[in-house]
């Protein structure tokens, strides 16, 4: 079982400037826990999302000297990819492929066509500098804007992203609209349909339904979860405002309830969780 704890994804969005050492602090305390990855930063235009400007600085203090958790950083095109990948840290590279030629165009300024030529360059940046590439279906399970969605669509997806080599693919509800039924039609269909594909859950959720959806990605298959400490984050374009990452608190206690040996520092996990309060309430 992985768990990617995903701090970026709940910065992102804060529109007061976190200091660097803010930063650096808190994930240097989550590099403790043992979590499988941990998608810290991006490398995308400083106009876009300010919050991260210092992706780079941040990662020049982290302590990854006696860390198992690997690195992911986000990217939006083929010039972040080549920045992200100079970095040795980093194994990781984050790529958001909407299934909403809508929501492509306002997070990436492409149309899905262009956005699928660009996966194919960031792969083989991945290949060349000895990265795997992530690529999170956003809007994978319906988007708000009235475009076409349907589960043959994720399937059309995953098989161009099949043929290009890429072996992580993340269903992203960005927006917080799947449910049991659909989360286990989707996972149950592609998993034994792409058994050399790695299948992750980015569940955007409301505190009444995340134990649900955990429950059916994971009964259907799915070994990767991503989470963000109190839920902090998510998509501001969710209709319910409480609406937000899947609480990694809550993954937690979810899998140990079932028996789930996460081999993490409990110790870490506590001044992590403690220390998230401080630097996301702005």
Not at 26 to 34: D, F, I, M, R, S
Not at 114 to 123: N, R, S, T
Request: with cysteine; aromatic share 10%.
């Amino acid at each position: 079982m992985k768990i990617i704890e995903c701090p970026r994804d709940a910065m992102q969005g804060i529109a007061e400037f976190i200091p660097t050492e803010t930063k650096v602090h808190y994930l240097n305390t989550l590099l403790k826990v043992g979590f499988d990855s941990l998608d810290f930063g991006s490398f995308v235009s400083p106009k876009a999302i300010p919050q991260l400007r210092d992706t780079a600085e941040v990662l020049a203090q982290l302590d990854l000297s006696a860390t198992k958790t690997k690195l992911l950083a986000i990217i939006a095109n083929l010039r972040g990819a080549e920045q992200a990948a100079s970095h040795k840290e980093i194994q990781y590279l984050g790529f958001p492929l909407s299934l909403s030629e809508t929501f492509q165009q306002r997070n990436t300024n492409k149309s899905i066509a262009e956005a699928l030529d660009e996966v194919a360059q960031i792969q083989e940046v991945c290949v060349k500098n000895s990265k795997e590439l992530v690529t999170y279906l956003s809007m994978g399970f319906g988007n708000p804007y009235g475009d076409a969605w349907s589960a043959e669509t994720v399937g059309e997806f995953t098989q161009k992203l099949d043929a290009l080599g890429v072996q992580i693919i993340s269903l992203s509800d960005t927006i917080g609209v799947s449910d049991p039924e659909n989360i286990t039609y989707l996972f149950s269909s592609l998993i034994p349909a792409f058994p050399h594909i790695e299948f992750g859950a980015h569940l955007h959720t409301n505190p009444n339904t995340w134990q649900e959806k955990v429950e059916a990605a994971y009964l259907a298959g799915c070994q990767r979860f991503d989470g963000a400490m109190k839920g902090f984050g998510g998509c501001p374009m969710a209709k319910d405002e409480l609406v937000g990452n899947m609480a990694t608190e809550n993954l937690v206690q979810y899998f140990r309830s079932k028996g789930v040996d996460l081999n993490l520092n409990e110790a870490a996990f506590a001044e992590a969780f403690a220390e998230a309060g401080s630097v996301f309430l702005h």
